[in-house]
């Protein structure tokens, strides 16, 4: 059983840039076939992105995805994991900060991240939202 999160985390997550358009944003969510994507500048992590973020933030408020800029949807306060941090540890974190998902970096850079889906495939494949975070893509 996997005991930290370099085990279990998504290696080279997708990412994009402050200045890049939620339109773009969304397309490489697509690509990639996930619901976030981590937002980096000049290499650094600065935000994270999400799906719902997009809603909630511009398209809730009936403002233009192909205008409207990566930073003004992102959060910026972020919760972070080092590969090294125990996958219970990252767990609790969860809970604490009610985050689905966490950065995991190495300094400021982001090298992976680490969801709640992922978390449940490791601490109970056989829950159910082990089992539908283990399913392939409905796309």
Do not use: W
């Amino acid at each position: 059983m996997a005991t930290t999160v370099a085990e279990v985390m998504t290696r080279a997550p997708a990412t994009v840039r402050p200045d890049e358009t939620l339109a773009e944003a969304a397309r490489t969510m697509r690509e990639t076939e996930a619901g976030d994507v981590l937002v980096v500048d000049d290499g650094e992590l600065v935000g994270i992105l999400t799906d719902r973020d997009i809603v909630i933030r511009i398209v809730a408020e009936s403002r233009d995805t192909s205008t409207a800029k990566v930073h003004e949807a992102c959060s910026a306060e972020l919760e972070t994991v080092t590969p090294d941090t125990s996958i219970d540890d990252a767990a609790e974190l969860m809970r604490l900060r009610a985050v689905r998902r966490l950065p995991v970096v190495e300094g400021t850079q982001p090298v992976g991240i680490i969801s709640l889906g992922d978390l449940a495939i490791t601490r109970d494949e056989e829950s159910v939202l082990g089992q539908v975070s283990a399913m392939p893509s409905n796309r």
